[in-house]
Each structure stands twice: as structure tokens, then as C-alpha cells.
């Protein structure tokens, strides 16, 4: 079996080693909501498979990480930062290194730990139409987050108290502990436990929101669509995510897009494609027919002499690319209708121009 050691991190954000840093960051946004541990709450594995993602995305979002890592491996991040870890034996003891709040922590800096004190992402989503596509659209949203406790302006504490020693930690907000492996052993230190690395605990809780700081409240959002949104494109809200543990900065909630399907028409980047069925007689005439668009009828000209599979453009009608700009166009598939059944008269007349 294959030892873990050699997983590819490509692989794992499913890019190729040639693609770009917004191809990277397209792909880990798109995987990480996917198996985020709140949104994954059904997969056991939706932890692993996020700091997996997540230490991807630190490695190659970064020029020099991402040199090494091509030239060396997993081996080649050691080198190159000019650190020890120590010993890693497995793509998993690495995860947990890159995850741990050692404040020498050759990725993360010694930012690290304050860095995870920002509150979640969230995520929902909207329905657009395909008319809405064409010309942007506005929306309301209801979205359900832990926002600040106004009560206690988000410490956690009753009004007036104050906090005590971590007894756990003796104020540090970090313990220790020392892990062994074939190639040595290194000092691991980890976020306190008991206070989650601040160093004092709460002695008297708020009632409000029972020591967390953040109560769950319910917010109406008004979101502006752009023009030529696909499905799966996302709208960021900066700092409408969930607040932040003990005054932590707000995460960000992104909608997520969703396009409704529309009978009448296939989406081509910017074209519509879509079909008229004509008689044969105005096949062979030449004729017209109202044709639907996403703004009303258009009269549609066809030429004496249509053929069955011809395709018609009608310029300007389809939608526009993300953001605005100029429409696509409607591109329509002639399929020209034979009858089953001929009078007498209509067989005559046939024969005759058949000669």
C-alpha cells in the first residue's frame, strides 16, 4: 500500500503542476466548501480532507514554497524554509504539524494562532433565471450566524467580572508535549484546551449567550447579481460570515449561484441555442415565425430554400459575460415539419412539382 508520504498535492486540489494561482485558489474554494466540517457534518473524514485542502493551498499559493515543493517534494518545504521539525513519517504526522500552534510553525508564522480566532465562512445560495442572467438581478437573503453578543460585546462574561489563570496551561495558553519518530524527536505545542490558547478563563459566564460571546440571530442581506453569473459562480460578503470567538474579526458569507433551467433554450457561454420547427412549403418559400427570447417575441426571417439543420443567428439576444458587457446571440436549429397525412389535391399538386 501506498505510504501516505507521497501524496500529491495537486492531487489532492485536482489541478495540473502547470495551473496558475487563481486556478489554485478557484479549485480549493470550490473542494474546501465541499467537505468543510460544517457544512460535511455527515462525512467522518470532512476534517482531514479540509486541512488537507487547506495545507495545499498554503504550499502552492505560495511562490517559494511552491518551488521547493516542486523541486524537492514534502522534503523540499524543510529544506527550503531552513527549519527542523524533526521527524515526519507520514503525510499525517505533517497535517498535524501545520495544524498545531507551535509559534515555530515554519507556515504559519507566529500570527498562527491569532489568525484562527476569526469567526467561520458560511455559505447559501440563490436561484437566478436566465433573464436575470441577462440583466443582473437583486436580491434578499435571510441568513442564520452567530453574530457579536451584545450583551457582553462578545467576552464571553458577565457584565462587570473578570478573567482567572488557566490553571491547565498557568497562563501560557499553549502545553507541550514531546513526539518521537525515526528521524528524532521534536517538542509539540498545541493550543490550550481548557482556554483555547488566551491564557485565562471566564469565572463568571454571560447568561446571554452562556460564555461563547456570539448568539445566533437572523439578518436580511440585500445582494446585487451581476450581469452573466454562471452556476457555481459565488458573490463574497466580507465580514457577514460568523463572528469571531472573543472579539475575533467576522468571517465571510458567499452566495452561492445557481442558474434555473429554461426549456426554451441551451446556454453556450454567451449564445443561446434553441430550435423552430417550419412547414415545408415555407421551408421551400420562405417565411417567418416569433421566435421567444428572454426580453419578448422576435420576428424570425427564413430564407426561400431552409434546409433541415440550418442555423439562424439572432444577434444580440443571448446573454452577456460575467460582469456586463456585450450579448451573445441566439443561435436557432431549423427543423422543418414533413405531413403524415396529404388530401388528394395536396398529393396532385406534389406529384406535378415532382415532375
Known sequence: MRNDIDKDLYDILGVDRTATKAEIKSAYRYRARECHPDVASHDPDAERKFKELTFANEVLSDDEKRRDYDTFGLEGLRRGRGVDFGGFTSFSDLID???????????M??????ARARGNDIE?????????????????IEVNR??????CEGTGMMPGTF??????????????????SLFGTFIRSATCPNCQGRGEVITEPCGGCKGDGRRVVSETLKVSIPPGV??????????????????????????????????????????????VTVDMVDAALGGEVMLPTLDGEHRLKFHPGTQPGDILRVKGKGVPPRGGGRKGDILVRVKVSVPDKLSAEQKRLLEKFRG
Not at 478573567?163 to 518521537?180: D, K, L
Not at 463574497?236 to 433554450?265: C, H, M, N, Q, W
Open 97 to 107: 504539524m501545520f495544524f498545531g500552534d507551535n509559534l515555530n510553525n515554519p507556515f
Open 109 to 114: 508564522g507566529r500570527s498562527g494562532s491569532r
Open 124 to 140: 447559501t445560495g440563490v436561484k437566478v433565471s436566465l433573464a436575470e442572467v441577462s440583466s443582473g438581478a437583486e436580491r434578499e
Open 146 to 151: 452567530r453574530a457579536t453578543c451584545a450583551e
Open 163 to 180: 478573567m482567572s489563570r488557566c490553571t491547565a496551561c498557568n497562563g501560557a495558553g499553549q502545553v507541550s508535549s514531546q513526539q518521537r
Open 230 to 275: 454562471e452556476r457555481g459562480d459565488y458573490l463574497r460578503l466580507k465580514g457577514k460570515g460568523e463572528a469571531g470567538l472573543r472579539g475575533g474579526v467576522s468571517g465571510d458569507l458567499y452566495v452561492v449561484i445557481d442558474v434555473k433551467t429554461d426549456p426554451r433554450f441551451e446556454r453556450d457561454e454567451r449564445n443561446l441555442l434553441t430550435e
